[in-house]
């Protein structure tokens, strides 16, 4: 580039006050970001929302240590600056520290993917954050395997239609939980095998009927703790990517030995860089051919002008869509 980036100025949103609600979400100019060595620049088309910016808009999920402190945690766009195996023009889909919010974006070279065959950048731009933390938490913590059967709750969030896709195409059967009948039917219509509206039926009743499960996705913590651990086959593993319902429970240690469960979980964003590279690589090589054969496919709810984040983040809170909601810039 003939002009230092850092010279220039983007358009991005920053939250008004350091935190507070959605509307604190403003429309700002700030420098380009600059790569620094081994970090590309993306022209950002699209960048996803995900649950974590709304905990960090409102204070509770501080960047970790050298990320941006603007929003974003996912982008899909045109390499502007290359590094590592990028040349400029690549379209790529990025998993981000931060400031996916924003005209330009930098990251690890090795944290970008291609944009799978047959997907354009928006729907590229939902796919970074929850299918690199399905795969670390449904395949690697909880080892599932195909035959077996997975229990997803939150099924019609973002990570819910990964998770319910992502267990079909590896072969497993999902059973899903959803807050209402309208969303339990969203969750069949996704793929899960089974659909559970969790506040007309007790899901461990429903799971048991199904002959257990092997392996539990949960975002959901403390309400649904005991009923996990009552659908679980022994052997089963339970992994926390969240705990939306409350963080504490009591346990009781017979009835994990007797079942001979694992209780486990695990956040990506803290993740080292070397660790996230590794992720990138294992989920291109296992996950982008699901994705390019139409087994896992994006369900992008709606998308909102960057410039309108704060109506994308109302949208969210809400909890009336279905899988990701984008933003264009
Ligand atoms: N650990 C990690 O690395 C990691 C990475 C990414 C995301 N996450 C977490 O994964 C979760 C989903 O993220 P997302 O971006 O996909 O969010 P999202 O689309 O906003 O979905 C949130 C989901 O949680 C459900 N939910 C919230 N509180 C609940 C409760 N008390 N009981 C039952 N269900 C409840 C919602 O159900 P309703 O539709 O019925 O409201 C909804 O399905 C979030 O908690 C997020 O923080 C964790």
């Not at 402190?69 to 590094?83: S, Y």
């Not at 040349?87 to 889909?93: N, R, S, T, Y």
């Not at 809170?317 to 984008?326: F, M, R, T, Y």
Request: aromatic share 4%.
């Amino acid at each position: 580039m003939n002009q230092s980036s850092q010279d220039q100025t983007m358009a991005a949103v920053a939250v008004e006050g350091g935190k507070g609600p959605a509307e604190a979400l403003k429309p700002v100019q700030i420098p380009r970001p600059t790569p620094g060595e081994g970090q590309i620049l993306i022209r950002v088309r699209a960048a996803g929302v995900n649950r974590p910016d709304i905990a960090q808009r409102q204070g509770f999920y501080p960047p970790p240590p050298g990320a941006p402190d603007t929003l974003g945690l996912e982008v899909a766009g045109e390499v502007i600056e290359p590094a590592g195996r990028w040349k400029a023009g690549d379209l790529v889909c990025a998993l981000l520290g931060g400031g996916g919010y924003a005209e330009y974006a930098v990251c690890d070279a090795r944290h970008a993917l291609p944009l799978p065959r047959g997907l354009d950048a928006v729907q590229a731009a939902g796919l970074p954050e929850t299918v690199f933390t399905v795969f670390a938490n449904v395949f690697e913590h909880g080892g599932l395997k195909a035959g077996e059967t997975l229990l997803v709750h939150g099924a019609t969030s973002g990570i819910g239609v990964t998770a319910i896709q992502m267990g079909k195409a590896a072969g497993a059967r999902v059973i899903a939980t959803a807050r209402g009948a309208a969303k339990a039917e969203q969750a069949r219509q996704v793929g899960a095998d089974v659909a559970v509206d969790s506040t007309a039926e007790d899901f461990a009743d429903a799971a048991l009927r199904e002959g257990g499960v092997d392996v539990v996705l949960d975002m959901v913590g403390a309400p649904y703790f005991d009923q996990n651990l009552k659908a679980l086959k022994t052997g089963g593993r339970i992994v926390y990517i969240a705990a939306q319902g409350g963080g504490t429970v009591e346990l009781s240690i017979g009835r994990l030995m007797q079942k001979r469960a694992a209780i486990t979980g695990s956040t990506l964003r803290p993740r080292s860089a070397d660790e996230k590279a590794r992720l990138a690589a294992e989920v291109e090589r296992r996950v982008w051919p699901w994705i390019e054969a139409g087994q896992v496919r994006p369900y992008i709810d709606r998308t909102f002008p960057l410039a309108e984040a704060a109506a994308a983040h109302a949208h969210l809170e809400s909890g009336a869509h279905l899988g990701k909601v984008v933003l264009l810039t």
